[in-house]
């Protein structure tokens, strides 16, 4: 009887380990995921707010223009 819980609990444990190796990648790969959309929305709303800025010194023809680029 021991001996079918020993081997049971071998197989849970390889179940885990493997389990364990999958999660740690697929986090991994959700961090790096979340960084590369983290950095690309950090540059466009710098952009965004540098051609605000540079607009409200413009004319209003002319601040539409950049707008809309």
Known sequence: ??????????AIRETILKRKEKLAENKR?????????????????????????DSLLME???ANEVMEQ
Do not use: C, G, P, V
């Open 1 to 10: 009887m021991q001996y079918i819980q020993q081997e049971k609990l071998h």
């Open 29 to 53: 790969l959700d961090l790096a995921t979340s960084h590369n959309i983290y950095t690309e929305l950090t540059t466009f709303r710098l952009d965004l707010l540098t051609t605000y800025a």
């Open 60 to 62: 209003k023809e002319a």
